[in-house]
């Protein structure tokens, strides 16, 4: 047997409300599709075509290399569909996994025990099913006598004896594949909604084989935003215990809204109000959280980061981030640094052990190891044109209040005055003060309450 798999994803999804095409709604950070072509691959499905038709572009743009794609013009059913895919199947493949594109919570595990149990079975179909309190929109499997499949019902055209059996299809089948062709090409669509309907070839394959999901949760669809909702809940109760039993803290999980790919180390506490978001990375034994969004970037281990959103940035081992700190793209901060309270990074490094403690922009900047930006400090790092940089050497100790004017370079070792506009380079080792100086005015407050005295229309003796 060759496997192949064809992935049904053109359909309308008209429920959805959207002008975007079903599949492509994200669950954890991706499309939907993704998740369903991740289990198959996972099962070792072999050539799988994608049947697009709904916004085909978008759905053939964020396919992995080596999946094809098959347009199907006209939505005319998943039995119509399932032909458009076979069309394009490489013909080697003599049994098919045909897999509706919205099952996003679909295993590897279950597409295996399923190729599994088709093979063992040896019929011509095998059809994954699940139980349910409350079957809905699903269609009705309808098994004969000796427990096999006679056919499956759609919802919308049971009668109510075929309404009440709580076993639907769960949209994923296994099939011979010149069987399944034979079946299709045969097949109407004299049914309420005029379409043609994958599940009917199941009848003309009778008695087709049948595996009850151990978890019928794996086998949810995807055809409202409150499915799709429901589906994100349970995605991402999957990835949070997978942190948990990697030896990751989270001491209320409800809390914690990961997407799939994100890493972290052992010993590692999340506390809830944080979303880790792309290909980020936190390492062992960090305190991340509460009221924290990183995306994309990397936290070292051992670090701290509180009431902070960091995009695109590396954060070095031991550092400290927040709270309310704000890292922009392309920041990296050398171990032992520190963005405090109200701090705004954006395209800077800090050396190691460099802190950015209150109150300050940092842009497009270098600062050097174990260098102290006072309070308030902000680099002028445009010109209303151009950006510039701002080199702030090593064992540097900026005054609060300071402006950086860039481009402008401050010396290893060197220092600023308090409310200096820094416009000029500062050597090594060198102060740079920029201010006017202090003007001290003698006995001035005695003297302007006399003169104000004076102006009053009683002459000060009221
Ligand atoms: C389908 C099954 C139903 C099953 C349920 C499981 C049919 C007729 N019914 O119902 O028995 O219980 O899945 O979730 O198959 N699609 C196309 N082209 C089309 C129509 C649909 O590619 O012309 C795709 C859709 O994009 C979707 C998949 O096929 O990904 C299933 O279609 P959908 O309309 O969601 O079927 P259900 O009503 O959920
Ligand atoms: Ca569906």
Redesign the pocket.
């Known amino acids: 047997m060759i496997l192949g798999a064809v992935?049904?994803?053109?359909?309308?999804?008209t429920r959805m409300g959207s002008r975007r095409?079903?599949?492509m709604h994200r669950l954890a950070g991706r499309p939907m599709l993704a998740w369903v072509l991740d289990a198959l691959a996972g099962a070792g499905a072999g050539h799988t075509v994608v049947?697009?038709?709904?916004g085909a572009e978008e759905v053939a743009a964020c396919l992995p290399p080596g999946v094809s794609t098959a347009l199907?013009e006209?939505?005319?059913?998943?039995?119509?569909?399932a032909q458009v895919g076979l069309a394009a199947l490489e013909p080697r493949c003599d049994a098919v996994l045909i897999v509706?594109?919205?099952?996003p919570l679909m295993t590897a595990e279950l597409v295996r025990a399923l190729v599994d149990e088709h093979a063992r079975g040896g019929r011509a179909a095998t059809l994954l099913t699940a139980r349910l309190d409350d079957p809905g929109?699903?269609?009705r499997v309808v098994r004969g006598a000796d427990g096999l499949v006679e056919r499956?019902v759609?919802?919308r055209d049971a009668d109510p004896g075929e309404l009440a059996i709580d076993e639907?299809?769960?949209?994923l089948y296994v099939f011979s594949r010149s069987a399944l062709e034979e079946a299709l090409a045969g097949l109407g669509r004299d049914n309420a909604?005029g379409?043609?309907?994958?599940?009917?070839a199941l009848a003309r394959l009778a008695p087709a084989a049948a595996l009850a999901a151990p978890d019928p949760a794996a086998?949810?669809?995807v055809?409202t935003r409150v499915e799709l909702a429901v589906c994100e809940r349970l995605l991402q109760d999957r990835l949070r215990r997978e942190l948990m039993l990697g030896g990751v803290t989270l001491p209320d999980p409800a809390g914690v809204y990961l997407e799939a790919g994100v890493q972290v180390g052992e010993d590692t506490v999340i506390w809830p109000g944080t979303h880790l978001r792309g290909a980020t990375e936190i390492g062992a034994g960090c305190e991340i959280g509460p009221d924290v969004v990183i995306s994309d970037s990397s936290v070292g281990a051992g670090s701290t980061v509180v009431s902070a959103h960091l995009l695109g940035s590396e954060v070095g081992e031991g550092c400290r981030v927040g709270p309310f700190a704000y890292l922009r793209p392309g920041c990296r901060l050398e171990d032992g640094s520190r963005a405090g309270t109200y701090v705004e990074l954006k395209n800077t490094s800090l050396g190691r052990d460099a802190r950015v403690p209150h109150l300050s922009y940092v842009g497009d900047a270098t600062v050097g190891e174990d260098t102290n930006i006072g309070a308030g400090n902000i680099t002028a790092n445009y010109d209303g044109f151009r950006k510039h940089r701002t080199e702030i050497g090593a064992r540097v100790k900026t005054g609060s209040d300071c402006v950086f004017v860039a481009p402008v370079r401050v010396g290893d070792g060197a220092m600023t005055g308090a409310g200096s506009i820094i416009t000029h380079d500062v050597p090594d080792g060198a102060l740079g003060i920029a201010r006017a100086r202090q003007t001290v005015v003698e006995g001035y407050a005695e003297k302007a309450a006399a003169r104000a005295a004076a102006r009053r229309p009683d002459g000060g003796s009221g």
Not at 74 to 81: F, I, R, S, V
């Open positions: 992935v049904l994803a053109a359909g309308l999804g095409p079903k599949v049947v697009i038709g709904r199907q006209e939505q005319l059913g998943t039995g119509h569909a509706n594109g919205d099952l929109p699903y269609g499956v759609e919802a639907v299809n769960g949209g909604q379409e043609v309907y994958l599940p009917d086998t949810l669809g055809n």
